[in-house]
Nanobody, 126 residues
Framework: VQLQASGGGLVQAGGSLRLSCGAS????????????MGWFRQASGKEREFVAS????????SYGDSVKGRFTISRDRDKSMVYLQMDSLKPEDTAVYYC????????????????WGQGTQVTVSS
């Protein structure tokens, strides 16, 4: 299974971006339907940070403290896609964003990620 993240780019502070994550390969449809999915980010020189997680049916969502109230995670099981709507962006949101599929169905933790996407760069200018 390969995860592909897209939608990154350059945006001014206060702006919005929407990241998308799809999958390809054997069992990709099942992974994006039955597994918890999430987003992480890694800024230059820093450790990878949890951003958001969504359960297999979308009923359980969680967010990192730094993005609560500004970012929204969602998924479309019919299209096998996961999204991250990012609003009120700040320069400190600048990072490479990675989508991830967890081994579990309810939440994503960095230690239990089964598949990682390749990352998409988000740059927020001040």
């Amino acid at each position: 299974v390969q995860l592909q993240a897209s939608g990154g780019g350059l945006v001014q502070a206060g702006g919005s971006l929407r990241l998308s994550c799809g999958a390809s390969g054997r069992a990709s449809g099942r992974i994006l339907s039955n597994n918890a999915m999430g987003w992480f980010r890694q800024a230059s020189g820093k450790e990878r940070e949890f951003v958001a997680s969504i359960s297999w049916n979308g009923g359980n969502k969680s967010y990192g403290d730094s993005v609560k109230g500004r970012f929204t995670i969602s998924r479309d099981r019919d299209k096998s896609m996961v999204y991250l709507q990012m609003d009120s962006l700040k320069p400190e949101d600048t990072a490479v964003y990675y989508c991830a599929a967890d081994r579990s169905s309810m939440t994503v933790t960095q230690s239990s990620v089964r598949y990682w996407g390749q990352g998409t760069q988000v740059t927020v200018s001040s």
